[in-house]
């Protein structure tokens, strides 16, 4: 059974006093918390790809959103995904 909380739905039991249950939802609004920083900071078409990449919208619908080929998403998104995690793993750091 999982949860819903603002930002992300959890294993029920992480919120129910297991141990480090409160810690782990920490840790985990933390991280959540960085990544949208992360977000927020790039460019205004490839935070737009991502965002709606993550409310689910495949990549035919995010192309109509944009106005780029649906092939050009699913580029944009691989590429996205690799960058956000080295600047995740990075501690922030926004190298590309």
Request: charged share 20%.
């Amino acid at each position: 059974m999982f949860v819903k909380t603002k930002s992300a739905s959890l294993p029920s039991e992480e919120c129910s006093g297991a141990p480090g249950g409160a810690a782990n939802i920490a840790d985990r609004q933390i991280a959540l918390a960085r990544l949208m920083v992360l977000i927020r900071e790039l460019k205004p078409l490839d935070r737009q790809v991502v965002l709606l990449y993550l409310e689910g919208v495949d990549a035919a619908g995010i192309a109509e959103v944009t106005g780029i080929s649906s092939g050009n998403v699913a580029t944009k998104i691989h590429r996205l995904k690799n960058i956000l995690t080295r600047r995740f793993q990075a501690g922030g750091n926004h190298d590309q």
